[in-house]
């Protein structure tokens, strides 16, 4: 059974910088595009980042230059370092393989970002 754990999430001032995290219980990890999504109250989900399994990265235009996603591979783990953060950054952030599979959502971590 796959399980999807982000963690890191909380209040923060414009500006200022959150490490999310997510442990990821699949099979293959390493194999897998991961991806971090975003939701905000009254849209729709969307990808911000993702990171393939040789390491290559994509990120949407929004975010590009502030959010960096990584992994670790021997931890099952997918980072995002998200710097300069924006109010319009607050949401809730998942990860999730890509294309993203509806059973493999968790719960996510709430992102805010607010003076």
């Known amino acids: 059974q796959v399980q999807l754990v982000e963690s890191g999430g909380g209040l923060v001032q414009p500006g200022g910088s959150l490490r999310l995290s997510c442990a990821a219980s699949?099979?293959?990890?390493?194999?897998?595009?991961m991806g971090w999504y975003r939701q905000a109250p009254g849209k729709q989900r969307e990808l911000v980042a993702l990171?393939?399994?040789?390491?290559?990265?994509n990120g949407a235009d929004s975010v590009k230059g502030r959010f960096t996603i990584s992994r670790d591979n021997a931890k099952s783990t997918v980072y995002l370092q998200m710097n300069s953060l924006k109010p319009e950054d607050t949401a809730v952030y998942y990860c999730?393989?890509?294309?993203?599979?509806?059973?493999?959502w968790g719960q996510g971590t709430q992102v805010t970002v607010s003076s």
């Open positions: 999730n393989i890509v294309p993203a599979v509806r059973n493999y």
């Open positions: 699949i099979s293959a990890f390493s194999s897998k595009t």
């Open positions: 990171i393939g399994s040789s390491g290559g990265t």
